[in-house]
């Protein structure tokens, strides 16, 4: 056998191997979203909930809940696409009474999703939550951590498992401060967030040089603020990944003029994911690039914006006023690639 028959043969094998391996690899969907206040109806006396209650200020009645509770279930089955997502951040979830309702009364009954969450310190009651297919993922651990001592606001919710059996993921979800009180005013507690989340990604980092580290949630922040460039040092040179950085996959979107939330007529992109290098190694287990982090834009998720031009998400209410909506933000969601355990 000549030379260049064994190059060829050589090819032909590595292209068949490379096929079946590609055939084999697997993808699966995360996705996060504010609910943009899912309350019960009940009053809870430690809280400040009471504009949530029937005779509160919404007139919040339990008609109104469980269409709100059945539209959330079906976003989450549509943001699927044909596959249930295997793990779903959420936002704005005011305790566990509510997540039950949505697993447990809804079509997502049949999915089988186990939930993480606790209640926060945040005075309104609104929480952070984890919802997540225990076929998919195999919860290891979990912890919720605290901003600030000094305010009171949502925490960092922190969850360690097997995603598909391939490889262990961490997966951090956030609500960082609003910006009540001015941008520039608040912008110390948001980096008070960041300042805490850098902490909790650096341990991961230290005690693992190839973690798969995935970031979501609202940041009440773009991509190019401080509390993300600065302090979270999240990277957005995707031709240059180093496996220990963050990257920040939000941003490219961003500067095409997409967006998550519609503020004064312009789109602002605050729901947020950020993965770490390794997972932007298309060889890891657990792979993604940036081109794979998307917003979920259903039509039934938008109304015309009659103050503005074009379309804005249609949100619960507008003032007092009961709109109907689902919330005034939109899902986000990345596409996460795993290749067969044995590979």
């Known amino acids: 056998m000549n030379f260049l028959l064994k190059i060829i043969i050589i090819l ?21 979203f504010n609910a943009e206040n899912y309350f019960d109806t009940f009053d809870d006396e430690k809280t400040l909930d009471d504009d949530f209650t029937p005779t509160g200020s919404y007139h919040w009645t339990w008609e109104k809940f469980t269409a709100k509770r059945n539209a959330l279930s079906k976003i989450i089955i549509a943001a699927g696409e044909g596959k249930m997502p295997s793990i779903i951040g959420l936002c704005e979830i005011e305790n566990r009474f509510v997540l039950n309702q949505l697993v ?44 600030s001592q000094n305010f009171k606001t949502r925490e960092i919710l922190y969850a360690k498992g097997v995603f598909c059996g391939v490889d262990t993921l961490h997966v951090f979800v956030n609500h960082f401060p609003s910006k009540r009180g001015g941008a520039k005013a608040s912008e ?16 991961v980092s230290n005690a693992s040089n190839n973690a798969n580290i995935l ?36 941003l490219p979107l961003m500067k ?14 605050i729901d947020l994911m950020f993965v770490s290098g ?15 982090f998307k917003i979920f834009k259903a039509p039934y998720l938008f109304e015309k914006d009659n ?3 074009g379309k804005k998400p249609k ?3 507008i003032g007092m006023k009961y709109n109907g909506g689902i919330s005034d933000h939109l899902p986000v969601f990345i596409q996460l690639k795993v290749k067969p355990a044995n590979f």
């Open 12 to 32: 032909i094998i590595f292209l068949k191997s490379t096929e079946y391996i590609n055939a084999q690899t697997s993808q699966f969907r995360v996705m996060f």
């Open 104 to 147: 447990n009364e809804t079509p997502l009954a049949k999915f089988n999703y186990r939930i993480v969450h606790r209640d926060s310190p945040d005075s309104r009651g609104i929480d952070v939550a984890l919802l997540y297919n225990p076929s998919d993922f195999e919860l290891l651990y979990q912890n919720f951590h605290a901003i």
């Open 188 to 203: 110390s507690r948001r980096i008070a967030a960041a300042t805490e989340l850098k902490r909790l990604l650096d341990s």
């Open 215 to 250: 970031i979501m949630g609202d940041f009440n922040d773009t991509p190019d603020s401080e509390p993300v460039t600065k302090t979270l040092q999240a990277k957005d040179n995707f031709d240059a990944i180093n496996e220990r950085d963050l990257y920040n996959l939000a």
């Open 256 to 269: 095409k003029g997409e967006g998550t939330i519609k503020y004064q007529g312009v789109w602002e992109f």
């Open 278 to 292: 390794n997972m932007l190694n298309r060889n890891s287990k657990i792979s993604c690039s940036q081109s794979d």
């Open 307 to 309: 103050t503005f031009v």
């Open 315 to 317: 949100r619960t209410f």
